[in-house]
């Protein structure tokens, strides 16, 4: 079974830092592209950032230049440095392993992988004063 499981959301005040952290089991870490998807309430889930199995990096153009993906195969774990956050950011950050990216117009779209590949439950990012 593969599990996720996500942390290091909170509370934060506009322009400050944040690091996600996504523990990964179940699957041969190394082998698997990963990505960052984040929910506001009422909106759907979008992809946020994505590394693949090389350590090529894809952005959304709205976090391009603020947040940073990373990952370290040694420890099964992906990070999100999320630095110059904003309020448009506050959201429920999710990690999963993904099978396709594209950037289309800025916009990132990726592919989670099918099951057992599932959501873990998030880790909660809200950006207020």
């Known amino acids: 079974q593969v599990q996720v499981v996500e942390s290091g959301g909170g509370l934060v005040q506009p322009g400050g830092s944040l690091r996600l952290s996504c523990t990964a089991s179940g699957l041969t870490f190394d082998q698997y592209a990963m990505g960052w998807f984040r929910q506001a309430p009422g909106k759907e889930r979008e992809g946020v950032s994505g590394?693949?199995?090389?350590?090529?990096?894809y952005y959304d153009d709205s976090v391009k230049g603020r947040f940073t993906i990373s990952r370290d195969n040694a420890k099964n774990t992906l990070y999100l440095q999320m630095n110059n956050l904003k309020p448009e950011d506050t959201a429920m950050y999710y990690c999963?392993?993904?099978?396709?990216?594209?950037?289309?117009?800025?916009?990132?779209?990726?592919?989670?992988?099918?099951?057992?590949?599932?959501w873990g439950q998030g880790t909660q990012v809200t950006v207020s004063s």
């Open positions: 999963r392993a993904v099978s396709t990216f594209s950037v289309v117009l800025g916009d990132l779209k990726m592919t989670p992988q099918a099951p057992p590949s599932e």
């Open positions: 590394i693949d199995r090389r350590g090529g990096t």
